[in-house]
């Protein structure tokens, strides 16, 4: 771990379902981590806990840090698990074009079987639709309509609203969400609404807010724009209390006067008081994804491969010639969104997965529930009934269960053993616990492996493409397994592992993106001004809606760096690419046609073996326009490469493991490895916060960024 040369000023943090990971940097770019069990009731306390963590290493006390901090980031999942355990109290009321009630019910197909394996998604009788956020009955239609090219077909039935918005009221709804067709051609209608629910509620005596779809989210795709409204309401919207919750305990305990802000979806960062809390739904992971980026600069390399193992899930992103993609039609929780977010894919593989015997079959089965801050059978006080992979993991010898965090958390090997015996080898007809854990274990990373390589094949690339990275708080005790035999260039396991994603929250910038569908075919060949003009206006609208954002959080508007950018397609294709637009003054020819040179040349990185088709022409989905205003980020030290012997003092002990049969693993403290020491399997280097298991036929080197590149000996 860098040794502490300066005074703290950012402390990054990731709250995921099991472990609040803290990431703290001090005045001259190094940095320490830290790492607490996540405390759903109130994050608060277990950020305050990781940073504790953190700082002990430096010998400084969190009163000491706090009245220092500059800058306090954080990402979490506290708003994915409300969505997912419907634990929200918010009663939403909705108003919908009339014929259009039954939204939630009927869903869209690709929403239906969103998350469901591939052996499930052909057979339609698995299929479950999600339970609705919102109950049919407090879901209102009203007549009028605006047609797909923004002209006024039916006019809107005043009336109904009125009668709507009473009936929704009688029924003691928190919050009015409209979303009606076509509203982000022409938002006249959804206006028309609110403003008829303004005044029946004020002559009612109410004052509940009422969310319209044409000035939170104006893109195509009704379905997804509803549930985006929604889940802002139901999920995203009570996190607000939690994130203060933060900044407040931070002050009062630590004396700490940074603002919190919070990672999106996107990659950037807002204040929790930005009005669409909802694109941080899936702040965590993302993380991840920017520390990749900012360490793939360091190695010089165009194509990583990003694999978070947390206590839940497997988090798998791919930067593909140095472009990170990005969706804006994402599946969370199994519900479609129309919210940008960086690609990424998950499966419900972690170290707290539960493990069970279907006895119809007598096969194993992984979660896809997890037991997630309560580990597994071998912490008692979690209350588990069910082993998890972190049992198996002990019993291996891979864990030293007395230095679990540090030794914070005690875990008790025959508690795992027990249940391993009971509900795993005994219905499978074994008495072998370790035989019976290393097939569970080398079956969870046959499913890791198989879903990083059904990632880069799905972009027409191979394994030998790509660097990959592997981190979370279980990254490095897998990564070995999960890699197998995937040819990469390399596999690098950062020493910083366990706090990786809080990491990527330190890189990240306030940023302000806004999005606008706009649906224009530019063809082959012809005049592009009305192409242009209708671009220029639309991203005028948006960079103002930025530099209002940017002044109600306190930055000087001047120093927003806004960029526009484009998503667009050859005509007919399914999928779209996001394209910046390096000028838009000038010449509409030139402008328009360097957008069409840089789509084909994006085109062509990401499809590496598909055909363009500009003879089919472009058509232009959404115009975006991303404000960008640069924070302090985390400098990398890099160290002189020593001996590659480990130093006495940095090897503990042995023990043995269990790789098919028992072995005696070298144990080494992470943090007294020195940069250029290598270690030969099997070994296991322990650290407080993660562990980095290292089989029998590997070696693993510490290179200058206290990175381990691991190698097959």
């Known amino acids: 771990m860098p040794q502490h040369t300066g005074t703290p000023v950012i402390l990054a943090l990731d709250a995921g379902g099991t472990m609040t990971d803290a990431f703290v940097v001090d005045d001259t770019g190094s940095f320490t981590i830290g790492k607490a069990q996540t405390t759903p009731h109130d994050e608060s306390l277990g950020v305050v806990e990781s940073f504790r963590d953190a700082l002990h290493y430096w010998d400084v006390t969190a009163e000491q840090a706090g009245p220092h901090l500059r800058a306090v980031v954080y990402s979490g999942t506290s708003m994915l698990n409300r969505l997912l355990e419907r634990t929200s109290d918010e009663r939403i009321g909705v108003i919908v074009t009339a014929g259009m009630e039954d939204y939630l019910q009927l869903e869209r197909s690709v929403q239906t079987y969103a998350g469901y394996a591939y052996s499930d998604r052909l057979h339609v009788v698995t299929h479950i639709h999600n339970e609705p956020l ?79 779809s044409s000035t939170s989210t104006p893109v195509r795709g009704d379905l997804a724009r509803l549930n985006t409204l929604l889940v802002e309401v139901y999920a995203a919207r009570p996190s607000r209390r939690q994130l203060q919750a933060v900044g407040e305990r931070l002050h009062s305990e630590l004396d700490s006067t940074a603002a919190v ?12 008081d930005h009005e669409s809390l909802v694109s941080t739904l899936v702040s965590g992971p993302i993380g991840g994804i920017l520390g990749a980026r900012r360490l793939a600069e360091l190695y010089e390399t165009s194509n990583v491969i990003c694999s978070d193992v947390g206590g839940t899930s497997f988090d798998v992103g791919l930067i593909s010639e140095r472009q990170v993609a990005t969706r804006t039609e994402p599946t969370v929780a199994r519900f479609l969104l129309a919210i940008p977010t960086i690609a990424m894919d998950s499966i419900g ?4 997965t539960r493990v069970r015997v279907d006895p119809a079959v007598r096969r194993v089965t992984l979660g896809p529930d997890s037991a997630g801050s309560r580990l597994g059978m071998s912490w008692e006080p979690g209350g588990e009934s069910v082993p998890s992979i972190t049992d198996c993991d002990l019993v291996l010898g891979y864990l030293n269960p007395d230095y679990f965090l540090g030794g914070s958390v005690d875990l008790d ?36 492996r198989d879903h990083l390589m059904g990632m880069i094949l799905g972009m027409g690339y191979a394994p030998e493409n790509y660097q990959m990275f592997a981190y979370g708080g279980g990254g490095p005790l897998h990564a070995a397994g999960y890699v197998g035999s995937l040819e990469f260039q390399a596999v690098r396991v950062p020493s910083w592992a366990a706090a990786f994603s809080a990491f990527g ?42 530099l209002a954002d940017a002044a109600r959080d306190g930055i000087d508007p001047k120093e927003v760096n806004i960029v526009p950018s484009v998503r667009m397609q050859y005509f007919g ?23 069409m040179v840089d789509f084909d040349s994006l085109f062509e990185k990401i499809f590496a073996r598909a055909a363009k088709s500009p003879e089919s022409g472009y058509f232009l989905t959404k115009a975006i326009a991303v404000g960008t205003y640069p924070t302090e980020k985390p400098v990398i030290p890099e160290f002189v490469l020593g001996s590659k012997t480990p130093s006495s003092s940095a090897e503990k002990s042995s023990r043995k493991v269990f790789e098919g049969s028992w072995r005696e693993a070298r144990i080494y403290e992470m943090d007294e490895l020195t940069s250029g020491n290598v270690i030969a399997g099997p070994a296991v280097v322990e650290a407080p916060a993660t562990t980095f298991y290292v089989p029998t036929g590997y070696q693993a080197t510490l290179d200058r960024f206290r990175v381990f590149e691991l190698t097959r000996s």
């Open 349 to 352: 593989a972690g170290t707290g």
């Open 134 to 212: 919102v109950p049919r009955a407090r879901i209102k239609g009203v007549r009028g309509r605006v047609s797909f090219f923004g002209e006024e077909v039916l006019p809107l039935y005043a009336d109904e609203a009125k009668e709507a918005v009473n009936s929704l009221l009688d029924q003691s709804v928190t919050a009015i969400v409209v979303s009606l067709l076509y509203s982000y051609r022409d938002p006249s209608h959804e206006q028309e609404v609110a403003k008829i629910a303004a005044e029946v509620m004020a002559s009612r005596g109410v004052d509940i807010p009422v969310i319209v």
């Open 261 to 272: 802000r919070v990672l999106t979806s996107y990659g950037g960062t807002v204040s929790p």
């Open 505 to 546: 929250c330190a890189c990240a910038d306030y940023t302000y993106r806004y999005d606008r569908s706009v649906d224009i075919l530019v063809p082959p060949a012809g005049s592009r001004e009305q192409v242009l003009g209708l671009l220029r206006q639309t991203w005028s609208e948006l960079e103002q809606r930025i």
């Open 573 to 595: 294709m399914l999928d779209d690419l996001e394209v910046q637009v390096s000028s838009q003054s000038g010449d509409a020819e030139q402008v328009i046609a360097q957008m």
């Open 413 to 448: 090997p025959d508690r795992a053993r027990k249940a391993i015996l009971e509900q795993l080898a005994k219905p499978l007809g074994s008495s072998n616990v370790e035989e019976t854990a290393l097939g569970v274990v080398r079956l969870l990373e046959t499913e890791m």
